[in-house]
């Protein structure tokens, strides 16, 4: 994978508070998810990437660039879709998208049609040429999006992009947020507390707490499987199964809402002894998998919480 985004030792103070303490991370390319809890440093760490904080200490290179002496040509590159409203009432989305271009140095010809493409892409319709007075939350989402797509960047950062949307609403932009992370060349940096938006999209992750790096990597990496404990599923006869498991010293309990029992062995029943149970009591073992450590397991041990 290409380094798209490289911070060494970073140092990030307000006043005399220190908010990023030492921060060291490589953001590659597709994307990564930053987690964190509240005032952990998320929000100055997006903030210091656009060039909007002064570093106290540290070095930071965003597609080779050094910040902050080379930021006007970083910025070039950089998509961002903040977690504040940034709309505009009185004009409508394409008059807004419009305008963004222009910023960004596209002709009014250009800008505009790149205005229609982009949301055409985030599936407006025709509620583009509304005024954005009358846009629904998620409808105010998808134009946030698209003008952080506007002008084709290489880094994208996303501050929690799913904000106030319903389930339906929730899924469509993080597909989309999907999407644009597998192209080549492009990085993803989704700041959310939703561990599963995360999970929708991203193949990797950093947690920071306390303004530090506590753990980073794949998602795959760090939830490993847990020793001893299955996911199974029965073809019927459920309650049977589970009882016979339990006389043999197993802990099972039910994951909602699949139909999915979490068993834990103790060392004297090897996995093949499950089947050979489940057997015994005239049913089969339909889903067999060692379970693995949840994200939120994850998170919360980094951050120091049970």
């Not at 590659?28 to 952990?40: C, R, S, Y």
């Not at 889903?287 to 450590?293: G, Y």
Request: charged letters at 25%.
């Amino acid at each position: 994978m290409t380094a798209v985004t490289e911070l060494i030792d970073v140092r990030v103070a307000y006043g005399d508070v220190p908010v990023l303490d030492g921060v060291t991370i490589t953001f590659e390319e597709g994307a990564t998810g930053l987690l964190g809890p509240n005032g952990a440093g998320k929000s100055t760490l997006i903030k210091t990437l656009l060039g909007f904080n002064r570093m106290s200490g540290g070095s930071l290179k965003i597609m080779g660039y050094a910040m902050p002496g080379e930021a006007l040509q970083a910025r070039r590159h950089l998509g961002y879709m903040p977690e504040k409203e940034i709309s505009s009432p009185k004009i409508s989305a394409v008059s807004f998208l419009t305008y963004c271009g222009r910023i960004c140095g596209m002709s009014r010809v250009d800008s505009l049609e790149r205005a229609h493409e982009v949301l055409n892409y985030v599936k407006m319709g025709d509620s583009r040429y509304r005024t954005m007075e009358s846009y629904s939350t998620g409808m105010l989402q998808r134009v946030k999006l698209a003008q952080a797509i506007l002008h084709d960047p290489r880094l994208l950062l996303l501050d929690e992009p799913t904000n106030g949307l319903d389930p339906d609403g929730r899924i469509e932009i993080l597909d989309l947020i999907k999407e644009i992370a597998k192209r080549p060349g492009i990085s993803v940096i989704l700041s959310s507390h939703l561990l599963p938006d995360v999970q929708h999209v991203c193949k990797q992750v950093v947690m920071i707490n306390n303004g530090k790096v506590v753990k980073s990597g794949t998602i795959q990496s760090l939830t490993t499987p847990q020793e001893r404990v299955f996911e199974l599923r029965f073809r019927d006869k459920a309650d049977q199964c589970v009882a016979a498991l339990t006389d043999a010293g197993c802990l099972c309990r039910r994951m909602f809402p699949a139909d999915i029992w979490l068993t834990r062995c103790p060392e004297s029943v090897r996995s093949a002894d499950l089947f050979r149970i489940v057997r015994r009591c005239n049913s089969q073992i339909r889903h067999f998998q060692p379970a693995r450590n949840s994200l939120e397991d994850i998170f919360l041990e980094a951050v120091g919480r049970k």
